[in-house]
């Protein structure tokens, strides 16, 4: 009886030293978790004299019901360079958290794309660079051509594969956030 007693309070005693292990692989791993954008603000601002234009996505919940909202403050002139900036917020936070600033300390890990709608006369080019050399796409320039309409395009990528040649197709990774806008050149 003294046998199975102690032999019992043995087993007890290894069970719970091994629940308590603190090798215990069974922990979860810390996932990164993507922030949500909810806002996604571009500006242009014309080299010389003329209005900013803002393009803006805002989709305050985020992939709830509610639709998001495009706004274009205006048209852009014919033949001008634009500074362009792209700024994301998450304002389901108050005040909104910017997370233009996690992009930018992960630059390495992102780049935004620019996809120019058929019809369009525009191009861009980026204006900043990862720790790496290549492109990140926060800054940029937007140089319009004769009168024209249709859609431009940013993408932000998590993780594509750098360098590549600045498009979608060779880019890999991940969609972050996409907002497209009608724009017209006048």
Same mark, same amino acid.
């Given at each position: 009886m003294k046998k199975i007693k102690l032999l019992s309070a043995m087993l007890l005693a290894g069970s719970l030293f091994i629940s308590c292990s603190d090798d215990?692989?069974?922990?979860?791993?810390?996932?990164?978790?993507e922030e949500l954008i909810t806002t996604v603000k571009v500006t242009l601002?014309?080299? @010389? =004299? *003329?209005? #900013?234009?803002?393009?803006?996505?805002?989709?305050?919940? @985020? =992939? *709830?019901? #509610?639709k998001p909202v495009y706004t274009v403050s205006g048209?852009?002139?014919?033949?001008?360079?634009?500074?362009?900036?792209?700024?994301l917020l998450n304002e389901t936070e108050s005040p909104a958290e910017n997370i233009t600033l996690e992009v930018e300390e992960e630059g390495d890990e992102h780049q935004f794309f620019y996809t120019i709608g058929t019809g369009l006369d525009l191009t861009t080019e980026y204006a900043d660079l990862d720790e790496g050399g290549n492109p990140l796409g926060i800054e940029f320039t937007v140089t319009t051509g004769e009168a024209s309409t249709g859609t431009l395009t940013?993408?932000?990528?998590?993780e594509p594969k750098k360098?590549?040649?600045?498009t979608l197709n060779d880019a890999g990774g991940e969609t972050d956030v996409e907002a497209s806008f009608d724009i017209?050149?006048?």
């Open positions: 215990d692989d069974s922990t979860p791993a810390i996932v990164n978790e601002s014309p080299e @010389g =004299d *003329g209005a #900013d234009i803002t393009l803006q996505l805002q989709d305050l919940d @985020g =992939d *709830g019901s #509610d048209s852009l002139a014919a033949n001008t360079v634009y500074d362009g900036s792209i700024v940013f993408t932000l990528r998590h360098p590549n040649d600045d017209e050149i006048e």
